[in-house]
């Protein structure tokens, strides 16, 4: 299984400014996932960081919003800009390895966000 | 889009018993991938079992266990023998097996285990 580190693992921050989040993996992986977790919520994919190439936004999620940077197949991160109180959530990467039968998806420990 | 269902909210049970946790799910595709993850007050995301939807073979990883009913989309998680640190958020996934490799969480349980 990959082993998955975030950076940092807890921030507060002040509305209005950005923080960026690192997510580093042990292993040259293909897909690499950021999700979002809102206080006592599930998990809700954010965008798919493709190496490469732009990322691949879901419904709802914009790259001006949540920039993500890919520069190779161990790493990625995800900027929150012009962060607002409804911001505050845990932010986890997540990444695919095997092939098809085996494409399992790990999480790495998240990143907990509080914004005043 | 798929959907995936988490009836429970919230799940007691006492140690040393047996559990079960539901999900139900909502797709049109024929083969897919659904998972059972565990996250622990630490948040740390687990993957507890996984089944592939065109296996009829229920998947079990020691004490865990799953009942798939694939007509019914009906995906529940049997914890046996239950111990303390089974304690956590279990979610429920799906994912399809062609394209998109997003994986879709229901909403959550949350077990407590009392000694």
């Known amino acids: 299984s990959a082993v998955i580190s975030q950076k940092p693992s807890r921030d507060i921050c002040q509305r209005g400014t950005s923080l960026t989040i690192q997510c580093q993996v042990d292993?040259?992986?293909?897909?690499m996932f950021w999700y979002r977790q809102q206080p006592g919520q599930s998990l809700t994919l954010i965008a798919t960081?493709?190496?490469?190439?732009?990322?691949?936004?879901e419904s709802g999620f914009v790259i001006d919003k949540f920039p993500i940077s890919r520069p190779n197949l161990t790493f990625s991160t995800l900027t929150v800009s012009n962060m607002s109180p409804e911001d505050s959530s845990i932010y986890l990467c997540?990444?695919?390895?095997?092939?098809?039968?085996?494409?399992?998806?790990?999480f790495g420990p998240g990143t907990r966000l509080t914004v005043l | 889009a798929q959907t995936v269902t988490q009836s429970q909210p919230e799940m007691s049970v006492q140690e040393a018993e047996t559990v079960t946790l539901s999900c139900t799910y909502d797709?049109?595709?024929?083969?897919?991938?659904l998972f059972w993850y565990k996250q622990p007050p630490s948040r740390q995301m687990i993957l507890v079992i996984r089944?592939?939807?065109?296996?009829?073979q229920n998947a079990t990883e020691n004490r865990f266990s799953v009942n798939f009913q694939k007509a019914a989309k009906s995906f529940s998680l049997k914890i046996s023998d239950s111990q303390l640190g089974d304690a956590a958020m279990y979610f429920c996934?799906?994912?399809?097996?062609?394209?998109?490799?997003?994986?879709?969480f229901g909403q959550g349980t949350r077990l407590t285990i009392n000694p």
């Open positions: 292993s040259q992986v293909t897909m």
């Open positions: 960081a493709n190496q490469g190439s732009e990322a691949t936004y």
């Open positions: 089944q592939e939807a065109y296996k009829q």
């Open positions: 797709t049109s595709e024929s083969d897919y991938y």
């Open positions: 996934a799906y994912r399809r097996i062609q394209g998109a490799q997003k994986l879709v």
């Open positions: 997540s990444v695919a390895q095997g092939g098809l039968a085996g494409n399992e998806q790990f």
